[in-house]
């Protein structure tokens, strides 16, 4: 919707000023689909892998008899994890209301002149080596986030050149400042030679727990060890270093032979060194008695219980070894669980019950677990749901190693004494992470029961919960000085823990239980510039109060403008107008008397019915839309019909907060229309003529989980108040840098055409790129980057920076005083002692936040042929923190960055194609 949240302290992460998807309305979180899971989560040991056969529309059929079997020799010969499989007993399919059927014209038609160019220079994108479809890079939120195959390159980034030397990506403008980081010093570690061997199980066996306990049966044959599940660790080399050993598996008395082979031997520096210091800290972890879940520990003897809620919050830590500056270092940050006491079956139950007024409740069923995660009651592993086959059920049979064959029920009594009783119930389908991630088999898949499966996270409807959310913050906003408490607890209890301690002794590891110290910079307040007056946000970086009583950098003209609403509402209306005119009025905003449409009711056919009669009978500049509720449907009309049929701006507020009548929301609702029309509310100078600034992010379509929208906005005038948007479709596995170098074209012409020139630098801020990462975007999306600038500049180079943009991280910071660490100031810059030495990389808190700890966001630069100063890189990042027009405050990320997460979002969500391009000049998507 376009309005607020009610307190500024609400408004860490991503706040709003106004807007059409977030806000207190709760509109945003009615139509918002499956939040995207993080596929660098491990799932453990499935419970059972089987090959029922599938739904053709829900996933593609795998190889009759060869889904399941080991790879092929040529790859690595990782057998566990992948045993041989038969198809199940088949059972006559059920009757079901099927998907419905969406068109695949998810393109609008660009200018004929433009496209033309872009074509044939896409083509040529297509055959460079790299950008083909050999490599593709799987599609998340941000392109790279969700279920995708790890890069395991070490990606380094060469440090720019400065009179600094070693220290050249470090900047010198700003305040000092000490800080704290939620880091732990290795104080001390033995340079080891270690020596890496290959295990492997025969017959196979699929669960870690199990692998080490038979390898534990021959601790005095190993020694001291450390094992992940395929490869061992140790500091002695075993003498033959190929070797064969013989364990019982307990639960059956089977035999299980054990295959040992040399493979490497890791010496100090190694970056698989790291890798062996993480092995090594979830042993002691395992000590603490914390429950592994997913990748995390969590606490199960601290749990919280919501009983009104029927939620449990798990408190937990994160935990990572790295190397950074000068030292290695333990990363720990506090992580929650949130547990629902709700099984998958109670959410299939509850939309069969709804069968008689939904017809489509397994289409709505499906909808609602695909995508999420859930976790399973009998060995606490998560599972990422990625489809449903309503074709079996717990009495439906699979084939196990031996070749017989055995129900689910039946499995599940024997091997974990669970028995099953809500009946037939369709099976959850998870691919298998591990075969993906290992071999790039697609069809391995594992089977679910609902019953067994606990839903994890909360939904859309608990985000709209008030009560609810404000409970949860309770205990999840954890402000920096009992942050620090908690963790400096944890390392104590790391340090003091026998069995810990013992492990750590083993490996002569010393760590320390202080939080690392370090020195940030805090940069000067920034210039805000209305047309009349300068002023800054001061330490809090927000300067609504002066925005407010001060005309706009620029206003535009609007002379005829309509408010649709439901007739009863139509009296609250005039008032809501009236004193949305006096808040423009007091920004020299003029906006004249609308002209009020009364609609017998507030249902999406009246609304759609009324705005096409508006349109055939004037030209309104904006049309904003009064709806009684915040049902997703009745938005997504509206905006579907005012951003793809017809190119108007539109606004749509809630009946409840006209009736308000708050002069807080009109202030905000006036200034988001005066940025729709083309208007811009203030300025922050950026001295650099002639630079073009990209933002570029990307969102699923909500209901076709294959098609994703990535969407780039880029500045088109020197002041940065101008904006070019666009966005383009495509399929998960297509090529995303084609199109995002595509997008980079028509900016770059539109550029050209109202400046008569094109930019003479450019700088990209790329969001949703995970670690494993960096490596393939700067081998595929750099370099078409690069190469499609050589077809519009010629032979020319222009010079740019690509800056990775990074928000979802375990790093805080923590500035020590004398009532107890609090929030560092926003401008405060980090590049020193926890950034990577191998990287041109740095922190940026930008916000102040009053609730929780602040959370700052990770760059990296990634290329720099514009070879701008360390300093100069760091200052233009936090002015343009300063310009997203949907808040009058600074926000996490640059505004080019936030503005393509709202257009991303709003065509992922509503829209589901790409606007009409005569919007393609405003920010219409605000």
Same mark, same amino acid.
């Given at each position: 919707?376009?309005?607020?949240?009610?307190?500024?302290?609400?408004?860490?992460?991503?706040?709003?000023?106004?807007?059409?998807?977030?806000?207190?309305?709760?509109?945003?979180?009615?139509?918002?689909?499956?939040?995207?899971?993080?596929?660098?989560?491990?799932?453990?040991?499935?419970?059972?892998?089987?090959?029922?056969?599938?739904?053709?529309?829900?996933?593609?059929?795998?190889?009759?008899?060869?889904?399941?079997?080991?790879?092929?020799?040529?790859?690595?010969?990782?057998?566990?994890?992948?045993?041989?499989?038969?198809?199940?007993?088949?059972?006559?399919?059920?009757?079901?209301?099927?998907?419905?059927?969406?068109?695949?014209?998810?393109?609008?038609?660009?200018?004929?002149?433009?496209?033309?160019?872009?074509?044939?220079?896409?083509?040529?994108?297509?055959?460079?080596?790299?950008?083909?479809?050999?490599?593709?890079?799987?599609?998340?939120?941000?392109?790279?986030?969700?279920?995708?195959?790890?890069?395991?390159?070490?990606?380094?980034?060469?440090?720019?050149?400065?009179?600094?030397?070693?220290?050249?990506?470090?900047?010198?403008?700003?305040?000092?400042?000490?800080?704290?980081?939620?880091?732990?010093?290795?104080?001390?570690?033995?340079?080891?030679?270690?020596?890496?061997?290959?295990?492997?199980?025969?017959?196979?066996?699929?669960?870690?727990?199990?692998?080490?306990?038979?390898?534990?049966?021959?601790?005095?044959?190993?020694?001291?060890?450390?094992?992940?599940?395929?490869?061992?660790?140790?500091?002695?080399?075993?003498?033959?270093?190929?070797?064969?050993?013989?364990?019982?598996?307990?639960?059956?008395?089977?035999?299980?032979?054990?295959?040992?082979?040399?493979?490497?031997?890791?010496?100090?520096?190694?970056?698989?060194?790291?890798?062996?210091?993480?092995?090594?800290?979830?042993?002691?972890?395992?000590?603490?008695?914390?429950?592994?879940?997913?990748?995390?520990?969590?606490?199960?003897?601290?749990?919280?219980?919501?009983?009104?809620?029927?939620?449990?919050?798990?408190?937990?830590?994160?935990?990572?070894?790295?190397?950074?500056?000068?030292?290695?270092?333990?990363?720990?940050?506090?992580?929650?669980?949130?547990?629902?006491?709700?099984?998958?079956?109670?959410?299939?139950?509850?939309?069969?019950?709804?069968?008689?007024?939904?017809?489509?409740?397994?289409?709505?069923?499906?909808?609602?677990?695909?995508?999420?995660?859930?976790?399973?009651?009998?060995?606490?592993?998560?599972?990422?749901?990625?489809?449903?086959?309503?074709?079996?059920?717990?009495?439906?049979?699979?084939?196990?190693?031996?070749?017989?064959?055995?129900?689910?029920?039946?499995?599940?009594?024997?091997?974990?004494?669970?028995?099953?009783?809500?009946?037939?119930?369709?099976?959850?389908?998870?691919?298998?992470?591990?075969?993906?991630?290992?071999?790039?088999?697609?069809?391995?898949?594992?089977?679910?029961?609902?019953?067994?499966?606990?839903?994890?996270?909360?939904?859309?409807?608990?985000?709209?919960?008030?009560?609810?959310?404000?409970?949860?913050?309770?205990?999840?906003?954890?402000?920096?000085?009992?942050?620090?408490?908690?963790?400096?607890?944890?390392?104590?209890?790391?340090?003091?823990?026998?069995?810990?301690?013992?492990?750590?002794?083993?490996?002569?590891?010393?760590?320390?239980?202080?939080? $690392?110290?370090?020195?940030?910079?805090?940069?000067?307040?920034?210039?805000?510039?209305?047309?009349?007056?300068?002023?800054?946000?001061?330490?809090?970086?927000?300067?609504?109060?002066?925005?407010?009583?001060?005309?706009?950098?620029?206003?535009?003209?609007?002379?005829?403008?309509?408010?649709?609403?439901?007739?009863?509402?139509?009296?609250?209306?005039?008032?809501?107008?009236?004193?949305?005119?006096?808040?423009?009025?007091?920004?020299?905003?003029?906006?004249?008397?609308?002209?009020?449409?009364?609609?017998?009711?507030?249902?999406?056919?009246?609304?759609?019915?009324?705005?096409?009669?508006?349109?055939?009978?004037?030209?309104?500049?904006?049309?904003?839309?009064?709806?009684?509720?915040?049902?997703?449907?009745?938005?997504?009309?509206?905006?579907? &019909?005012?951003?793809?049929?017809?190119?108007?701006?539109?606004?749509? $507020?809630?009946?409840?907060?006209?009736?308000?009548?708050?002069?807080?929301?009109?202030?905000?609702?006036?200034?988001?229309?005066?940025?729709?029309?083309?208007?811009?509310?203030?300025?922050?100078?950026?001295?650099?003529?002639?630079?073009?600034?990209?933002?570029?992010?990307?969102?699923?379509?909500?209901?076709?989980?294959?098609?994703?929208?990535?969407?780039?906005?880029?500045?088109?005038?020197?002041?940065?108040?101008?904006?070019?948007?666009?966005?383009?479709?495509?399929?998960?596995?297509?090529?995303?840098?084609?199109?995002?170098?595509?997008?980079?074209?028509?900016?770059?012409?539109?550029? &050209?055409?109202?400046?008569?020139?094109?930019?003479?630098?450019?700088?990209?801020?790329?969001?949703?790129?995970?670690?494993?990462?960096?490596?393939?975007?700067?081998?595929?999306?750099?370099?078409?980057?690069?190469?499609?600038?050589?077809?519009?500049?010629?032979?020319?180079?222009?010079?740019?920076?690509?800056?990775?943009?990074?928000?979802?991280?375990?790093?805080?910071?923590?500035?020590?005083?004398?009532?107890?660490?609090?929030?560092?100031?926003?401008?405060?810059? $980090?590049?020193?002692?926890?950034?990577?030495?191998?990287?041109?990389?740095?922190?940026?808190?930008?916000?102040? $936040?009053?609730?929780?700890?602040?959370?700052?966001?990770?760059?990296?630069?990634?290329?720099?042929?514009?070879?701008?100063?360390?300093?100069?890189?760091?200052?233009?990042?936090?002015?343009?923190?300063?310009?997203?027009?949907?808040?009058?405050?600074?926000?996490?990320?640059?505004?080019?960055?936030?503005?393509?997460?709202?257009?991303?979002?709003?065509?992922?969500?509503?829209?589901?194609?790409?606007?009409?391009?005569?919007?393609?000049?405003?920010?219409?998507?605000?």
């Amino acid at each position: 919707m376009d309005q607020i949240r009610p307190s500024r302290g609400k408004a860490r992460g991503r706040p709003q000023i106004a807007s059409d998807q977030q806000g207190s309305s709760g509109l945003s979180q009615g139509i918002r689909g499956p939040r995207p899971i993080h596929s660098t989560q491990f799932i453990g040991p499935r419970p059972i892998i089987s090959q029922p056969t599938p739904t053709p529309q829900s996933f593609p059929t795998p190889r009759p008899g060869a889904a399941m079997q080991r790879p092929p020799r040529q790859m690595p010969p990782r057998a566990a994890g992948a045993p041989q499989q038969r198809a199940p007993q088949q059972r006559a399919p059920r009757p079901y209301a099927p998907r419905p059927v969406v068109s695949s014209d998810i393109s609008s038609a660009p200018r004929q002149d433009l496209m033309a160019g872009v074509q044939q220079v896409t083509e040529g994108l297509k055959t460079l080596d790299g950008g083909g479809g050999d490599t593709p890079l799987p599609l998340g939120r941000g392109a790279v986030r969700g279920r995708r195959q790890i890069d395991l390159e070490h990606y380094r980034t060469p440090r720019p050149q400065s009179s600094l030397g070693e220290k050249g990506k470090q900047g010198t403008t700003g305040q000092p400042v000490k800080l704290l980081a939620n880091y732990f010093p290795i104080t001390s570690y033995t340079n080891w030679c270690l020596y890496q061997y290959r295990v492997d199980y025969n017959p196979e066996e699929d669960r870690i727990s199990t692998k080490k306990g038979l390898l534990a049966q021959h601790r005095e044959r190993l020694g001291g060890y450390l094992f992940d599940g395929t490869m061992l660790f140790s500091g002695s080399r075993y003498d033959p270093p190929n070797f064969e050993l013989t364990s019982t598996r307990r639960s059956d008395d089977q035999k299980i032979v054990i295959t040992v082979k040399f493979t490497n031997v890791i010496e100090t520096g190694d970056y698989a060194n790291i890798q062996v210091f993480n092995l090594l800290l979830r042993n002691c972890l395992r000590h603490l008695n914390l429950t592994l879940i997913g990748r995390n520990f969590y606490d199960s003897k601290a749990i919280i219980e919501l009983h009104q809620h029927k939620l449990q919050l798990w408190p937990g830590y994160e935990t990572t070894i790295g190397r950074y500056e000068d030292n290695i270092l333990l990363c720990a940050e506090i992580s929650t669980k949130v547990m629902r006491q709700d099984t998958v079956l109670d959410f299939l139950n509850q939309c069969a019950t709804d069968r008689n007024r939904d017809r489509d409740w397994m289409i709505k069923f499906k909808s609602g677990i695909v995508g999420t995660t859930v976790m399973t009651k009998y060995n606490n592993e998560t599972y990422r749901i990625d489809d449903v086959d309503e074709n079996s059920d717990p009495t439906s049979e699979f084939s196990k190693k031996d070749g017989s064959k055995i129900s689910y029920i039946q499995y599940y009594k024997e091997k974990y004494n669970l028995t099953i009783r809500g009946g037939r119930q369709p099976m959850l389908i998870s691919k298998n992470k591990r075969s993906i991630r290992q071999f790039g088999i697609e069809d391995t898949l594992v089977y679910l029961v609902p019953e067994l499966c606990v839903m994890t996270g909360i939904t859309d409807a608990m985000r709209n919960n008030f009560t609810l959310m404000k409970d949860m913050a309770t205990y999840t906003r954890i402000n920096p000085r009992e942050r620090t408490e908690r963790l400096t607890n944890f390392a104590n209890r790391l340090l003091n823990t026998p069995k810990s301690v013992a492990e750590l002794k083993n490996w002569n590891l010393t760590l320390s239980n202080r939080l $690392v110290e370090l020195t940030a910079r805090t940069l000067q307040p920034e210039t805000i510039q209305s047309r009349t007056n300068k002023y800054n946000g001061g330490n809090e970086a927000d300067w609504t109060k002066c925005l407010r009583a001060l005309p706009m950098f620029t206003s535009a003209i609007v002379k005829h403008w309509v408010i649709l609403a439901p007739k009863e509402n139509c009296r609250e209306v005039d008032t809501f107008a009236q004193s949305l005119a006096k808040a423009a009025q007091g920004m020299s905003f003029i906006l004249p008397r609308p002209a009020i449409v009364p609609m017998n009711d507030g249902r999406s056919n009246s609304f759609l019915m009324h705005i096409e009669q508006v349109l055939n009978e004037s030209n309104p500049a904006l049309i904003l839309c009064v709806i009684p509720s915040s049902r997703g449907d009745v938005y997504s009309l509206i905006k579907r &019909k005012l951003c793809i049929d017809r190119a108007v701006p539109s606004q749509v $507020v809630l009946a409840k907060n006209v009736q308000k009548n708050n002069m807080s929301v009109c202030t905000k609702i006036a200034i988001q229309i005066n940025c729709k029309l083309g208007g811009a509310p203030w300025l922050v100078t950026i001295p650099k003529k002639g630079m073009m600034i990209i933002g570029f992010d990307v969102c699923h379509d909500s209901q076709r989980k294959n098609i994703s929208f990535g969407a780039l906005v880029a500045n088109m005038n020197d002041t940065h108040t101008s904006y070019f948007s666009c966005v383009e479709p495509h399929e998960s596995g297509q090529e995303l840098s084609v199109h995002f170098a595509t997008g980079v074209i028509k900016a770059l012409a539109k550029y &050209k055409t109202i400046n008569g020139t094109l930019p003479s630098c450019i700088v990209v801020y790329r969001d949703g790129v995970g670690e494993g990462q960096i490596s393939h975007v700067h081998k595929t999306e750099v370099r078409l980057l690069q190469t499609a600038c050589e077809q519009v500049y010629g032979t020319t180079a222009v010079p740019f920076a690509f800056i990775i943009v990074t928000k979802r991280i375990s790093t805080r910071f923590f500035a020590p005083s004398k009532s107890g660490p609090e929030n560092p100031q926003p401008g405060t810059v $980090v590049d020193t002692v926890v950034t990577d030495p191998t990287k041109y990389d740095f922190f940026l808190v930008s916000q102040h $936040v009053r609730q929780g700890t602040v959370t700052p966001t990770h760059y990296n630069v990634i290329e720099d042929t514009l070879k701008l100063p360390p300093d100069i890189m760091q200052r233009l990042t936090f002015k343009l923190t300063h310009m997203y027009y949907n808040w009058s405050g600074t926000v996490r990320v640059p505004a080019p960055c936030q503005f393509a997460h709202k257009l991303a979002f709003l065509t992922g969500q509503s829209l589901r194609r790409a606007p009409n391009t005569g919007l393609d000049e405003l920010l219409f998507f605000l």
